[in-house]
T-cell receptor
Framework: AQSVTQLGSHVSVSEGALVLLRCNYS??????LFWYVQYPNQGLQLLLK??????LVKGINGFEAEFKKSETSFHLTKPSAHMSDAAEYFC?????????????FGQGTTLQVKP | NAGVTQTPKFRVLKTGQSMTLLCAQDMNHEYMYWYRQDPGMGLRLIHYSVGEGTTAKGEVPDGYNVSRLKKQNFLLGLESAAPSQTSVYFC??????????????FGPGTRLTVL
């Protein structure tokens, strides 16, 4: 089974600034990786997912993530933050335990966007 | 489509009481999951099911039981609630075609407090 680590439990940016949320994974096999977003008092919804088709993955709301095998990273970026991006973001990866669809989640990063 | 729904949204229990959380999905998904979310710990898998009539333990199964008698429903039971089970519980489901790359769809969560 792999592990997923998110660096930084809180990230604060100004509106219009670059958003960078970090995620590293450990896996002995090519992973399948996901970014989910959780708005206050809501469930998680998918932002984007990497399934080995392309290393640069584009998601909803202007977010994208790049899979870098050499760095075992899958960082999430957005060129210009908007107030509505304030939420908690979770990186997740395939558990690696066979055909179960199980995911391993990172600890989460709370994004604060300042006006 | 309602997607994934959870009942109830909030609940307060006393130590030792029992309760059942209901998850329902209308997307004809094969796989269903129960997670708990605690601050700074991301989401941890409690139990999961890869089809009607089947269940399996996840990462933190102790103190919980589950049943999947109907494909669309996944029940999570607490037989004797403890304060350590105070958490937000999320149900999720996925199509189950191959497991690895399936998107999980989440319910809105149940906030449980055990006094």
């Amino acid at each position: 089974a792999q592990s997923v680590t998110q660096l930084g439990s809180h990230v604060s940016v100004s509106e219009g600034a670059l958003v960078l949320l970090r995620c590293n994974y450990s896996s002995s096999v090519p992973p399948y990786l996901f970014w989910y977003v959780q708005y206050p008092n809501q469930g998680l919804q998918l932002l984007l997912k990497y399934t080995s088709a392309a290393t640069l993955v584009k998601g909803i709301n202007g977010f994208e993530a790049e899979f870098k095998k050499s760095e075992t990273s899958f960082h999430l970026t957005k060129p210009s933050a908007h107030m509505s991006d304030a939420a908690e973001y979770f990186c997740a990866g395939d558990h690696g335990s066979g055909n179960t669809g199980k995911l391993i989640f990172g600890q989460g990063t709370t994004l604060q966007v300042k006006p | 489509n309602a997607g994934v729904t959870q009942t109830p949204k909030f609940r307060v229990l006393k130590t030792g009481q029992s309760m059942t959380l209901l998850c329902a999905q209308d997307m004809n998904h094969e796989y269903m999951y129960w997670y708990r979310q605690d601050p700074g710990m991301g989401l941890r898998l409690i139990h999961y099911s890869v089809g009607e009539g089947t269940t399996a333990k996840g990462e933190v199964p102790d103190g919980y039981n589950v049943s999947r008698l109907k494909k669309q429903n996944f029940l999570l039971g607490l037989e004797s609630a403890a304060p350590s089970q105070t958490s937000v519980y999320f149900c999720a489901s996925s199509y189950g075609s191959g497991g690895y790359t399936d998107t999980q769809y989440f319910g809105p969560g149940t906030r449980l407090t055990v006094l």
